[in-house]
């Protein structure tokens, strides 16, 4: 059973933290300032907290039954047919997922880079790339995250430093914002971007000590959730919130306005989509990894790689169905805020009724001792 187990709780936070920040931190500033103007922040920080109440749940559950996923524990809870209608619910939920953040992938790239090049061209590349990558094992997956982790968060963080010389701090008030009206629609919107923070229901079987689960938890989202309130500060005091809303991609935008001291580079715009491209894989790489894993695991599967293939036909096909890039924010804001019931709505269910039938799995060692016997 050690054997298995080979995820320590440092590389736990680095897949959530690195699973979260994704394609939609460009337009991140956007969604918030849309909701309640000088109150993005704010919005930002209350959807970081209610991404991380679902991230609460899915833990405790991992917890409670530290050798299984959702997939297998939920056929404990409420039954077979409940459960199987629950996990194809969430299989085509990041399904759907990964292909959005595809298409999103590739409007980004032939608008600013590769403006010759179909979308559909990009769009393939990134979820080949994808494809293969998902192909290896638990182990491998944490390792590519924990490469990356520190690659992503380094630049993110420097840009918003770097950025700050040119803030203007009276963009952020008042800090509830002008029309506190919107908030709430924000607030789901923002909360929907951390719903990659569902892999740990994956990552807790895998884990040395399960145990410590709720700490890795908490500062998997703390790390980028912290990132994005940063994100989002740095935009509204820099563009403040009437400029913000003329732009399709601020973050994008904030980079193309920061530069290094004594101007080593007059933009930065470059080097952060560099940075960029590996918050696209690592966020596609863990729902597509979700999409494939846990199909594997309804069907009593032993090999995933099948279905890493099987998959990606489907998916390419449903990133080509917005028509344009503003019809795909629509669908992405309406997708995101569905996923919620997905994601916090029933983890939430098959904990209290887990906690009503008293129902729990066996400890790690518990289940070793079966073993050797």
């Keep these: 059973m050690n054997n298995l187990r080979q995820i320590t709780a440092i590389q736990t936070s680095a897949i959530l933290a690195s699973s979260i920040i994704g394609v939609g931190v460009l337009a991140l500033p956007l969604f918030a300032v849309k909701a309640a103007d000088s109150g993005a922040p704010l919005v930002t920080l209350l959807g970081m907290g209610l991404g991380y109440v679902g991230l609460f749940i899915i833990t405790l559950l991992g917890v409670r039954f530290p050798n299984q996923s959702i997939i297998r524990y939920s056929e404990a809870i409420i039954g077979r047919w409940l459960a199987w209608i629950g996990s194809i619910a969430i299989i085509a939920f990041f399904a759907i997922l990964t292909s959005l953040a595809a298409r999103e992938f590739g409007e980004v790239v032939v608008t600013s880079v590769l403006k010759r090049t179909p979308v559909e061209v990009t769009v393939i590349v990134m979820l080949a790339l994808a494809t293969l990558s998902c192909?290896?094992?638990?182990?491998?997956?944490?390792?590519?995250?924990?490469?990356?982790?520190?690659?992503?968060?380094?630049?993110?963080?420097?840009?918003?430093?770097?950025?700050?010389k040119n803030a203007d701090w009276i963009n952020l008030q008042p800090i509830w914002g002008n029309d506190p009206s919107g908030m709430l629609h924000g607030i789901t919107t923002v909360a929907s971007l951390f719903q990659g923070?569902?892999?740990?229901?994956?990552?807790?079987?895998?884990?040395?000590?399960?145990?410590?689960?709720?700490?890795?938890?908490?500062?998997?989202?703390?790390i980028a959730g912290g990132l994005y309130v940063s994100i989002v500060i740095a935009a509204v005091s820099v563009f403040g919130p009437e400029e913000i809303k003329h732009l399709l991609w601020p973050t994008l935008e904030l980079a193309k306005a920061t530069t290094l001291p004594a101007n080593v580079l007059e933009r930065l715009d470059a080097a952060f989509l560099a940075v960029w491209v590996m918050a696209v894989f690592t966020t596609l790489l863990t729902t597509y990894f979700?999409?494939?894993?846990?199909?594997?695991?309804?069907?009593?599967?032993?090999?995933?790689?099948?279905?890493?293939s099987f998959f990606m036909p489907f998916v390419f096909i449903l990133a080509l169905i917005p028509k344009n890039v503003f019809q795909m924010y629509d669908i992405i804001e309406l997708v995101g805020t569905i996923g919620l019931v997905i994601t916090i709505g029933y983890p939430g269910l098959l904990l209290i009724v887990a906690l009503i039938r008293k129902k729990r799995g066996n400890r790690p060692n518990e289940q070793a001792m079966e073993q050797s016997r």
């Design 135 to 164: 192909r290896n094992g638990i182990r491998t997956f944490a390792y590519m995250h924990h490469f990356y982790f520190p690659l992503l968060l380094g630049p993110g963080f420097l840009i918003v430093a770097l950025s700050m």
């Design 197 to 222: 923070s569902f892999v740990m229901t994956l990552i807790i079987p895998a884990m040395r000590r399960p145990d410590r689960a709720i700490l890795a938890s908490f500062w998997g989202i703390v």
């Design 290 to 308: 979700l999409t494939i894993r846990m199909t594997t695991e309804l069907f009593r599967l032993k090999d995933h790689k099948a279905f890493s």
